[in-house]
């Protein structure tokens, strides 16, 4: 649904709460550690069309794998936003043990929304049709072909075909899809593209650091099938982390959001949200690397439709309560 100009409220999965704090004084039912979503869609001048807070259903196994990682020395395996199993580090050292980068509007760390409809399941790895930072609409065949050849060693990987042709960048922040081969069905974010060579993994990879690449998990082989498709995008705003706030009684709670505007030029639904955070990680050589990890996914219970220019604020709230 398109929501008027008015304080016409979100439906949120359960019933309709005006606010954070009215939706949690009619679920208080013992919760120690809890997480809500607020959903906010503001029109171009940032003024609320309407909000709602739900309850997070969909905590991911990445997130207990990571709680794990903290209690002991080691490593602790588990499965990447590419669906690549790494070791969770219990240190940092050089690489964060858990970010959301503030600084950047990059779709890797922090909230992320999507359009894909499947309930979640607690091994999501990802979303399930993301929509990554751009302008672009919807289009599931932006270019479809054989590749001349492919490069695949952790954590670089691209697909390259021989005939230029292909305007640089055209394709960054879209999804590369596997159709044949060992890769069949594969799909990953796509970081940029030459005329001829299109990078999902990592270009320039060297030393520590935080790493974005959508890593293939087997060899997609000399020459497979595959396509370029856009889920759709949205403008991602930077992210705002709230310091922690306390009642000085009962509750302690902080806060992380971005805002995603619609500057696609039409309307454009989100169906799912999530919550992606970088993890410390130690499977290549001797170096420590961060990668990104779906940590929450979520599906609405009502779609939310923005029209063009509006701005939808995704705000995930981790409480707790004594």
Known sequence: MIIAPSKKLIVPPYKRFRSLDEAMRKADDGHSIDLWATVEVKDPNG???????????????????????????????????????????????????????????????????????????????????????????????VYSGTATSTYWTDPIHYVSKTAAGWTVNAFANMTLAYTSGAANGWEGRIDNNTATLCYTGQTGFAGNGNHQQAFPTANPGATPTFVVKNYGQLTYSTIAISVPTDDGALQSKFSISRDFTNNQGGNF?????????????????SYIHSFPFLIVRDVLGSPVTLANGQIMTLTYNFICNA
């Open 47 to 141: 003024f609320s069309q309407g909000r709602t807070s739900f309850r997070c259903h969909s905590f991911l196994k990445q997130f207990i794998d990571y709680l794990v990682s903290k209690t002991r020395e080691g490593w602790i395996a588990s499965v990447d936003w590419a669906g690549n199993s790494r070791s969770i580090q219990s240190t940092g050292l050089s690489s964060p043990t858990l970010s959301f980068d503030m600084a950047t509007s990059i779709p890797w760390q922090g909230p992320c929304v999507g359009t894909g409809l499947t309930a979640p399941t607690i091994n999501d790895y990802k979303l399930e049709k993301p929509v990554w930072h751009g302008t672009g609409a919807a289009n599931l065949s």
């Open 269 to 285: 639904t989100v169906n799912e949200c999530g919550l992606h955070a970088s993890m410390a990680v130690g499977t290549i050589g």
